[in-house]
C-alpha cells in the first residue's frame, strides 16, 4: 500500500482463504500450536462488528479429553471427525456483551444503556454479530495456515449446560482446526452466480 492506494492480495492469498479453501471432514495427526491460536485471534478481532460489541466468545478444546465433554452434543456424523481434530473451537455468544462496552467504546459511555434493559435488542445484535465474528474465525485460521471444518450439527443447549451454564454465553456453532486430510474432502458443491445471487442498482 502507498499513498492511501489499497492492492488485492495475491491470487494464491486469495486460493489459501476462499477459492481452495474448504470444508473438512478429516485432519492429519498434526498438532496445531497455542501460538497459531493467538496469531489468529489477534487477526480476527480487527473484524468490524456494530458498536464494536465483540460479542463472540471461543472455546478451544485441545485435548481428546476436553473434545470428548462435547460428545453427547454431537449429532452422529460429527463424531469421530470432531474427536480426533486437533482442535475444536465452540464460537458462542455472550448476550451480555454490552457489559464491556465501556471498555471497547470508550468515546461513548452511554452506549452501554442502549441494550442493557432491552433483551431483544441485545439478543439479536449478539447473535448477529457473534456469528460475524465466527466467521473471521475461519478466514484467519485460513489465513494463518489451518484448515476449519466448521458445523452446526450438535444440540446447543446441552453444549451450554456443559460448557457455559450459569453465565450468559451460549454458542452458536462449532469449528473443527488443524490440517486437513484430502482424502476425507467431499466433492465440491456448486455455488450460486452473481447475477443469482447479487443485484447491481
Aim: charged share 20%; hydrophobic share 40%.
Amino acid at each position: 500500500m502507498s499513498n492511501g492506494q489499497r492492492t488485492s492480495l495475491d491470487g494464491s492469498a486469495l486460493d489459501q482463504i476462499f477459492r481452495l479453501a474448504r470444508t473438512q471432514n478429516g485432519f492429519l495427526d498434526q498438532p496445531v500450536a497455542d501460538a497459531q491460536l493467538h496469531e489468529l485471534y489477534e487477526l480476527l478481532k480487527w473484524g468490524p462488528t456494530s458498536n464494536n460489541c465483540s460479542p463472540a466468545r471461543f472455546v478451544f478444546l485441545r485435548t481428546r479429553d476436553a473434545r470428548e465433554r462435547l460428545r453427547p452434543a454431537l449429532f452422529p456424523g460429527n463424531v469421530d471427525k470432531t474427536l480426533n481434530a486437533p482442535v475444536t473451537v465452540i464460537v458462542a455468544t455472550d448476550d451480555a456483551f454490552f457489559e464491556k462496552l465501556p471498555q471497547l467504546l470508550p468515546h461513548n459511555p452511554n452506549a452501554i444503556h442502549l441494550y442493557k434493559g432491552h433483551p431483544g435488542l441485545a439478543e439479536s445484535t449478539a447473535f448477529r454479530n457473534g456469528t460475524l465474528q465466527g466467521a473471521y474465525l475461519i478466514i484467519a485460521a485460513r489465513a494463518v495456515g489451518l484448515d476449519c471444518g466448521p458445523m452446526s450439527g450438535f444440540d446447543n443447549a446441552k453444549v451450554d449446560a456443559e460448557f457455559f451454564a450459569g453465565t450468559s454465553i451460549r454458542s452458536n456453532f462449532l469449528c473443527n482446526l488443524g490440517v486437513g486430510d484430502p482424502a476425507k474432502v467431499f466433492p465440491r458443491s456448486p455455488r450460486l452466480t452473481f447475477e443469482e445471487a447479487c443485484r447491481l442498482l
